[in-house]
């Protein structure tokens, strides 16, 4: 079974600076990784993704992600947070290749808070 | 893009009642959609596993009898609460495979039920 660690509860930085938000897994095969986003009360929004090719994912936003298999990382980073970053933002696995339909398994979340 | 419409997104109903979410795919067919659980400050819990035309699979420690989960067409399912009681309180989401293998999830905006 895969299983998603997000480092830190709460994450808090000032505006302007880096955004660094860390997630780990383990799968017993290759994963598709994602990273959402939820403002209160709404649902998921897709950040980005990876499932093959480039370990580099750009996702919207300004928001990106390396896939570092070694390592067996996903971190997310923001170059310059934004105050409309704040918010919870989750990473998640999938381990379907095309022929079943798993769901997602998620993180436990990392609550984002921007300093003016 | 692909949009998964949830509804209704409050409910508040007293205990022993049955309450009905609904989740559309609006511009896109559905044949799997997941059901995910989420307690306040808390990560999504994946409930069930909905397949068009067939019967859901729950994962473990979800009563099925108690969360009943029909998709009867390729564009809609549906989540019963039956006989809620205050612990069924929480935010629920559901959410859509787009296409073939790890192509991507669409979610729901949630529904927030509180029983009272």
């Known amino acids: 079974a895969q299983s998603v660690t997000q480092l830190g509860s709460h994450v808090s930085v000032s505006e302007g600076a880096l955004v660094l938000l860390r997630c780990n897994y383990s799968?017993?095969?290759?994963?598709?990784l994602f990273w959402y986003v939820q403002y209160p009360n709404q649902g998921l929004q897709l950040l980005l993704k990876?499932?093959?090719?480039?370990?580099l994912v750009k996702g919207i936003n300004g928001f990106e992600a390396e896939f570092k298999k070694s390592e067996t990382s996903f971190h997310l980073t923001k170059p310059s947070a934004h105050m409309s970053d704040a918010a919870e933002y989750f990473c998640?696995?999938?381990?379907?290749?095309?022929?079943?339909?798993?769901?997602?398994?998620f993180g436990k979340g990392t609550h984002l808070i921007i300093q003016p | 893009g692909a949009v998964v419409s949830q509804h209704p997104s409050r409910v508040i109903c007293k205990s022993g009642t049955s309450v009905k979410i609904e989740c559309r795919s609006l511009?896109?067919?559905?044949?799997?959609m997941f059901w995910y659980r989420q307690f306040p400050k808390q990560s999504l819990m994946l409930m069930a596993t909905?397949?068009?035309?067939?019967?859901?699979?729950?994962e473990q420690g979800v009563e099925k009898d108690k969360f009943l989960i029909n998709h009867a067409s390729l564009t809609l399912s549906t989540l019963t609460v039956t006989s809620a009681h205050p612990e069924d309180s929480s935010f629920y989401i559901c959410?859509?495979?787009?296409?073939?293998?790890?192509?991507?999830?669409?979610f729901g905006s949630g529904t927030r039920l509180t029983v009272v």
């Open positions: 959410s859509a495979k787009i296409g073939q293998g790890a192509t991507g999830y669409t």
């Open positions: 799968s017993s095969v290759p994963p598709y």
């Open positions: 990876y499932t093959t090719g480039a370990t």
């Open positions: 998640a696995v999938s381990l379907d290749s095309g022929g079943g339909a798993d769901g997602l398994t």
């Open positions: 511009d896109f067919q559905a044949t799997t």
């Open positions: 909905s397949n068009e035309g067939s019967k859901a699979t729950y």
